[in-house]
């Protein structure tokens, strides 16, 4: 599986940003199947998790809850991260994660199997 994240770039204190994965699945296995899940990493600090959904269960950290949504769209393989009411602190490199493996309970360790290469947001105050 190769994921490919997009969508970063800087924006204003306040406003949203919509990042986007999208995946290339080899045959035989349904992106559908796959959990996918946002992490991100400031400078200087450790990566964190920001959100994750396999099927129709969604789960956000603490930081981001009530002002972003994951969403996914099996169809063209692609899994979206809305993060609005941006903070300077929302400042990150974010990176899409995907495992067709992961159980429910583990989604928001870091442990994916795949990794995209990440997108810079930078929340100028």
């Known amino acids: 599986v190769q994921l490919q994240a997009s969508g970063g770039g800087l924006v204003q204190a306040g406003g949203s940003v919509r990042l986007s994965c999208v995946a290339s699945?080899?045959?035989?296995?349904?992106?559908?199947?796959?959990?996918v899940a946002w992490f991100r990493q400031a400078p200087g600090k450790e990566r964190e998790f920001v959100s994750a959904?396999?099927?129709?269960?969604?789960i956000y950290a603490d930081s981001v809850k009530g002002r972003s949504t994951i969403s996914r769209d099996n169809a063209k393989n692609t899994v979206y991260l809305q993060l609005n009411s941006l903070k300077p602190g929302d400042t990150a490199v974010y990176y899409c994660?995907?495992?067709?493996?992961?159980?429910?309970?583990?989604?928001?360790?870091?442990?994916?199997?795949?990794w995209g290469q990440g997108t810079l947001v930078t929340v100028s105050s």
């Open positions: 959904i396999r099927g129709g269960t969604t």
């Open positions: 994660a995907a495992d067709s493996a992961k159980i429910l309970s583990a989604l928001s360790n870091g442990d994916y199997a795949y």
């Open positions: 699945v080899a045959s035989g296995r349904a992106f559908r199947s796959y959990a």
